[in-house]
């Protein structure tokens, strides 16, 4: 497939501090595969703060729902995101990411370079920003778990991230699209492509930086994940224990 078009889908409920970031990273990208002419569309769910005008204020297409649903919010955003590409039949590239994700300038044209070898669907990896040393170490300790070690080979990692899926219109229509899944719809996509058997690259070569906090937006999501691997109060390093010098008594002799 030679996209002739792409769009960048953006779910978000109540993201308003991170959503300028993530908005700023996808210009970047876009810029990398003008003249393609890319559409970025943020799914404002269920929000209540001003997510939705700092989308808007930085160009994005805003639909909003009060779905409260991941699921939802990913299918209405690429419908709306197909609705304004409609015309033409030329053929659409579908790019995902979270409100609380930077993509690297490279994001598009990786996936694009993937879709003009034949594939269907790109998935891509995350790195953790802004969390401490150790609960990074901990993530990466079983995320990384099948990266070969000091080989050169590509890393075929096995992992599902709507904060870094690429995949053509295509395919996406064909078998149905997102599920209003309120977690977890993002495999359950990737699971119905293989199934019909879409050519599917999973890269590290374009891994986004998700946020991580501790309180997420979908329910089993990163951020639970996370609350479940920060270390305890009885991890951390015991502070040395100093005590005030005092006379010693004297004995009698």
Same mark, same amino acid.
């Given at each position: 497939?030679?996209?002739?078009?792409?769009?960048?889908?953006?779910?978000?409920?109540?993201?308003?501090?991170?959503?300028?970031?993530?908005?700023?990273?996808?210009?970047?990208?876009?810029?990398?595969?003008?003249?393609?002419?890319?559409?970025?569309?943020?799914?404002?769910?269920?929000?209540?703060?001003?997510?939705?005008?700092?989308?808007?204020?930085?160009?994005?297409?805003?639909?909003?729902?009060?779905?409260?649903?991941?699921?939802?919010?990913?299918?209405?955003?690429?419908?709306?995101?197909?609705?304004?590409?409609?015309?033409?039949?030329?053929?659409?590239?579908?790019?995902?990411?979270?409100?609380?994700?930077?993509?690297?300038? #490279?994001?598009? #044209?990786?996936?694009?370079?993937?879709?003009?070898?034949?594939?269907?669907?790109?998935?891509?990896?995350?790195?953790?920003?802004?969390?401490?040393?150790?609960?990074?170490?901990?993530?990466?300790?079983?995320?990384?778990? #099948?990266?070969?070690?000091?080989?050169?080979?590509?890393?075929?990692?096995?992992?599902?991230?709507?904060?870094?899926?690429?995949?053509?219109?295509?395919?996406?229509?064909?078998?149905?699209?997102?599920?209003?899944?309120?977690?977890?719809?993002?495999?359950?996509?990737?699971?119905?492509?293989?199934?019909?058997?879409?050519?599917?690259?999973?890269?590290?070569?374009?891994?986004?930086? #998700?946020?991580?906090?501790?309180?997420?937006?979908?329910?089993?999501?990163?951020?639970?994940?996370?609350?479940?691997?920060?270390?305890?109060?009885?991890?951390?390093?015991?502070?040395?224990?100093?005590?005030?010098?005092?006379?010693?008594?004297?004995?009698?002799?």
């Amino acid at each position: 497939m030679i996209p002739a078009a792409v769009a960048v889908v953006v779910p978000a409920h109540n993201e308003e501090d991170r959503i300028g970031a993530c908005l700023r990273s996808v210009r970047r990208a876009a810029a990398q595969v003008a003249p393609l002419p890319v559409v970025t569309v943020v799914a404002a769910d269920a929000c209540t703060d001003a997510t939705a005008v700092v989308a808007a204020r930085a160009g994005a297409h805003v639909v909003r729902l009060e779905h409260r649903s991941v699921g939802a919010a990913r299918a209405v955003g690429t419908a709306h995101a197909l609705h304004l590409l409609a015309g033409g039949g030329r053929p659409v590239w579908l790019a995902m990411t979270d409100a609380d994700t930077t993509v690297p300038d #490279t994001w598009l #044209t990786d996936q694009i370079d993937w879709a003009r070898q034949g594939h269907d669907v790109v998935l891509g990896t995350i790195r953790l920003a802004g969390g401490s040393r150790r609960l990074t170490a901990l993530h990466d300790a079983h995320y990384f778990r #099948t990266r070969p070690a000091g080989t050169g080979e590509p890393w075929t990692h096995p992992h599902v991230h709507g904060a870094n899926l690429g995949l053509s219109a295509t395919a996406y229509l064909r078998v149905g699209g997102f599920a209003a899944l309120p977690t977890g719809e993002d495999r359950d996509l990737v699971s119905r492509l293989a199934a019909q058997g879409h050519r599917i690259a999973r890269t590290d070569r374009h891994p986004v930086r #998700t946020a991580a906090r501790l309180r997420g937006r979908a329910p089993d999501g990163l951020a639970d994940l996370l609350a479940t691997l920060r270390p305890s109060v009885w991890d951390r390093p015991v502070p040395e224990l100093r005590s005030t010098p005092t006379t010693r008594p004297r004995l009698p002799r």
